[in-house]
Structure formats: C-alpha cells, structure tokens
C-alpha cells in the first residue's frame, strides 16, 4: 500500500469543519436553556456557511464545489458499489460526501434562517420588525419548523458519520484523521 501523502483539506476547510461541529452542537443543546448562546452560535454558523460557500468557488481544488458535487445518478451509483465494498476511493470528497455536503449546507441554512425570523418575530435581532407583523401562533409554527431542521440536521449528521466509518474502513485510510490533518494517502 502506498503510504505517501498529499494535502487535500486546506486550512480553512478544516477550520470550517471544525468550528461548525462545535457551533452546531452548542446550538442545538442550547437551544431551551441558554439563549443568547444559541443566538450567536446560530450567527456563527451562518457566518461559516457563508465563508464556506465563497470558499467554494475560490478555494483550493479539494475544497470547491465543480470538484465534488456531482448529479444524483453519479451519487445513487456510489451509494450502490459502498454497500457492495466496490467503491471508488476519492482523494478529495466522494461523491455521496459531495452530496453530504451541499445537503449539510442547506439544512444548516434554512434552520439557520428560521432561526433568525423566529429571533426577529419576538422582537429581537436584525428582523426584529417581524414582532408586529407576527402573531403567537405564526411564532409557534416558526419555531416548529426551525426545530424540525435542527432535527433533520442531527439525522444528516449521523449519516454522514456513518459514511465516514464506512469510507475509513473500506479504503483503510482515517477520514478524521484526514481532516485534522489535512492528509490523505496519495
């Protein structure tokens, strides 16, 4: 087996993944009982969102998006050769992690923005104007649907976990690790 490396994940990207990790989490666990933490934890993750996005567009090989996301025809074909463990091994993303990702991003959005609408419609932040314009009821229905993308995002992070474990064991290689490190095996 070839044990040369290459970097793949940038500084930025790695940052990125990082940083959302803990934002997300401090997010949804904060959510009832903490409330300006959740707040600026939800500003903080929009704020990455929108790097990552720019990112990519302009960031290194690895890391922009023409380089992973591929249609759904491509990703249903991994997905299928994964469960039979005759999988392509990617350097950069796969395709079903390319998918992962821009379905991460805009879970992450719209609970993100739901957010910020139900912030505003109590009176509070940027679109604080919304409190005259809502009633409890809309406020209720805001916050159920900004709860059930919170929620869907928890069920996509599993997955993509779980991808994850698959692709380390399947190629032999420490995806985490690679993200910590940038690395990967050539």
């Known amino acids: 087996m070839d044990t040369t490396q290459i970097k793949v994940w940038d500084p930025l990207v790695r940052f990125f993944h990082w940083t959302l990790v803990a934002a997300f989490a401090t997010a949804y666990f904060t959510g009832e009982e903490l409330e300006q933490v959740h707040v600026f934890a939800g500003y903080l993750i929009l704020a990455l969102i929108l790097v990552r996005v720019l990112w990519g ?29 005759r999988a ?22 719209l609970s993100c923005v739901l957010g910020m609408t139900l912030y ?3 009176g509070h932040g940027p679109l604080a104007l919304l409190h005259d314009l809502t009633t409890r009821h809309t406020r209720h229905q805001i916050e ?8 869907a ?11 994850v474990v698959l692709s380390s064991f399947l190629h032999r290689e420490n995806l985490v690790r690679a993200m910590f490190t940038g690395m990967k095996r050539a």
């Open 57 to 85: 567009f302009v960031g290194s090989p690895h890391a922009r998006f023409r380089n992973f996301v591929r249609p759904p025809g491509t990703v249903l074909a991994y997905l299928r050769d994964e469960i039979r463990q």
């Open 88 to 109: 392509a091994r990617h350097v950069g993303h796969n395709p079903a992690g390319g998918a992962m990702v821009v379905a991460l991003l805009v879970m992450l959005t």
């Open 120 to 122: 505003g419609a109590q």
């Open 144 to 151: 159920e649907v900004h709860e059930f993308f919170a929620n």
């Open 153 to 163: 995002t928890v069920m996509l992070v599993f997955f993509h976990v779980a991808g």
